[in-house]
């Protein structure tokens, strides 16, 4: 989900696993993630958690200001493209989809409307089903299944970053959800580097929990899926390798 860069080994993430703010399950690898600053400076009347949705691990020996020395982020994406991967499966006559909370302190008291797509950013010349596979992947320590994929268009978040989704048929047990991982300096200016998942939990929801939990600006993938398991299938279906 965050920016591409060189993140840390996989975590176990999932029911009665270290939470988001008690990483202990992850292992460091020594790297610092500062946050990007991109355009704007950062708004203070404007509460931080809505302000960070990724961090980008950066070597010490690269970082240009000293630890502990603030550093401001934006909301401003646009110009940027994420692609992310839906798994579903049907579950008693009821479509069930699975979707991820992102890890870490900014995010350990969201819940309604901040859950995700499993999905990560696309660098130049990157192939998009590729780059959903791979962030699902990296994101849940699962392959996505190779059955035939759903194109669910395109939307664009607040933040101006435009995603692409596609959907495939699948299960995974969320107990065995594995997440890459980021290193945080925190609390902020504390000068201790913690490690955090990236992803700290996987559920199933039925489309009518999904609605609630999901971005409010990702809903429309689940009106797609569903409208593309109807017998008439408006959106197409495309083959695995697609």
Not at 130 to 148: C, D, I, K, M
Not at 200 to 213: G, I, N, S, Y
Not at 218 to 223: A, E, G, S
Request: proline share 9%.
């Amino acid at each position: 989900m965050s920016q591409r860069g060189d993140r840390n080994p996989q975590c176990l993430v999932g029911p009665g696993l270290p939470g988001p703010t008690q990483p202990r399950a992850c292992t460091p690898t020594g790297a610092l993630a500062t946050l990007v600053a991109r355009g704007r400076k950062l708004d203070r009347s404007r509460p931080e958690a809505e302000l960070v949705d990724y961090v980008v691990p950066r070597q010490l020996g690269q970082l240009d200001r000293p630890m502990g020395e603030e550093v401001r982020v934006t909301t401003d994406k646009s110009g940027r493209t994420s692609a992310g991967m839906l798994l579903w499966r049907s579950r008693n006559g009821r479509l069930e989809v699975l979707l991820a909370h992102q890890g870490g302190p900014f995010w350990v008291k969201k819940d309604i409307g901040h859950w995700t797509i499993p999905k990560g950013e696309v660098e130049p010349g990157e192939e998009f089903v590729a780059v959903a596979r791979r962030e699902f992947a990296e994101e849940t320590g699962h392959q996505a299944p190779n059955n035939p994929l759903i194109d669910l268009g395109r939307i664009t978040q607040k933040s101006g970053k435009l995603v692409l989704g596609w959907a495939v048929q699948g299960d995974l047990d969320p107990s065995t959800a594995m997440s890459n991982t980021y290193d945080m300096e925190w609390p902020p200016h504390s000068g201790t580097v913690q490690t955090f998942p990236e992803i700290d939990r996987v559920e199933w929801f039925d489309l009518d929990e999904a609605r609630r939990r999901l971005k409010a600006a990702q809903v429309p993938f689940l009106d797609r899926l569903q409208a593309a398991l109807a017998p008439d299938h408006p959106y197409p279906i495309l083959s695995a390798e697609s």
